[in-house]
């Protein structure tokens, strides 16, 4: 286009040079005009030829920015696209490389630090009409709860079917399947893939509240039976509260206080949940870096084994309440129940499906050896709660990118 307007500026149409002055004035200075005009812009037009060959990159430059164009950007949409995913398989990688820091990081609570931090951005990012979604989807949520606390621990009598050895490995994942969601994690999946994420939050603080006085009780019914298990009620609820309400409201009331910290947070919510990643990624990291040197005592087709269980669980896990939500949508209403409503759906499937590593542990150490040794019944589940991560963290990079297919085309 460029090159257009210049040849329609220098090389002036004809129907321009008809209208010149009449003939009856051959030798006037319109004439010599016309004459100096043209010697211009030939003079105009080889200056520019020249300092086109004189810069010898010109052509080129543009060329080779192209070329190195061609393969970064498909490896930085990738790495946006996928960025949880990676992000902790990297501190997976990280955790088993370098021990040493993920030990160092535990030793200055940096797990719980980061999920402090991950319920700061929660509640930055969390707007108003947002908790209005979340009372309107009270019948999702309240399924969710049910689901997370009742129903998917009778899977754990399936789970203690299996013959393994070490038999810790099954006992620790019917334990597993026992527990509240995750503490962090489901929500800010459920933010990254546009879900309803103060439902998602509704549904992760009340489980895990509950969850103090309900999992001894589903423990000791269905896993232990006639072994007496007790649950450091007090220190969780102290716990949950310190990490987990109090940053929730320390964002929000930023959020609803300056206006600034509102918009910033709007304007910025793909770097927020960028942060929110990077912090979670910190929780495998240090996981694995405790757990390295008992895992070098396990052998690895056994080890590999309980992978694949922890894997299978949290997949049957996600299909039992994928599978529930169209008899429920039936029952509540059809199209206009609020299970119909995709962002309600996305936080049900990830937070309902998911369970938690750190209320597992506090519960295991508390048995006393009375299940097991405490570090087998812990090592599958760490696994499982890593592969439930990573597993739903490409689910909902799949989720995003036909999000954004959609709204392109």
């Not at 962090?184 to 969850?211: D, E, P």
């Not at 940053?247 to 927020?272: H, M, W, Y």
């Amino acid at each position: 286009m460029s090159g257009t307007l210049q040849i329609l500026f220098l090389n002036p149409p004809n129907s321009l040079s008809h209208c010149r002055r009449p003939t009856h004035f051959p030798f006037s200075g319109s004439n010599r005009s016309h004459l100096v005009w043209k010697l211009s812009s030939s003079v105009r037009a080889s200056s520019q030829q020249h300092s086109n060959k004189g810069n010898g990159s010109g052509d080129h430059l543009p060329r080779a920015t192209a070329k190195n164009s061609n393969w970064v950007k498909p490896i930085s949409d990738f790495v946006s696209n996928n960025f949880l995913p990676l992000a902790l398989i990297g501190g997976v990688a990280l955790g088993l490389a370098h021990p040493t820091l993920g030990c160092l990081a535990d030793r200055y609570y940096l797990s719980k630090i980061s999920t402090f931090g991950i319920f700061i951005i929660s509640g930055l990012t969390l707007r108003s009409d947002e908790v209005g979604a979340a009372a309107e989807a009270w019948p999702v949520g309240l399924f969710g709860l049910v689901s997370i606390l009742f129903l998917t621990p009778l899977f754990s009598k399936i789970i203690l079917l299996l013959k393994l050895q070490p038999q810790e490995f099954v006992t620790g994942l019917a334990i597993f399947s026992c527990m509240p969601t995750t503490l962090s994690s489901g929500v800010a999946l459920t933010r990254l893939a546009g879900g309803n994420s103060a439902l998602a939050l509704a549904m992760t603080l009340i489980s895990n509240l509950l969850g103090i006085l309900i999992v001894p009780f589903s423990i000791s019914k269905l896993i232990a039976t006639g072994v007496g298990v007790s649950v450091p009620a007090e220190q969780l609820l102290r716990s949950l509260v310190l990490t987990l309400l109090v940053p929730l409201i320390i964002g929000k009331v930023l959020r609803e206080c300056f206006k600034g910290v509102a918009e910033f947070s709007d304007q910025n919510r793909k770097l927020l949940s960028m942060m929110s990643a990077l912090l979670l990624s910190l929780a495998p990291f240090i996981q694995v870096s405790r757990s390295r040197s008992l895992l070098l005592l396990v052998k690895p087709a056994v080890f590999l084994l309980a992978v694949v269980l922890g894997v299978l669980l949290h997949v049957i896990l996600f299909a039992f309440n994928a599978l529930a939500i169209p008899l429920l949508s039936a029952i509540s209403g059809g199209s206009e129940s609020s299970f119909s409503k995709k962002q309600n759906l996305s936080a049900l499937l990830l937070v309902a499906s998911q369970k938690t590593l750190p209320v597992m542990v506090a519960v295991v150490e508390q048995l006393g050896g009375a299940l097991g040794e405490s570090g087998l019944l812990v090592l599958p589940c760490i696994a499982a709660h890593l592969n439930q991560i990573i597993l739903d963290s490409f689910l909902v990079s799949i989720w995003f990118q036909k999000e954004q297919n959609l709204k392109t085309a």
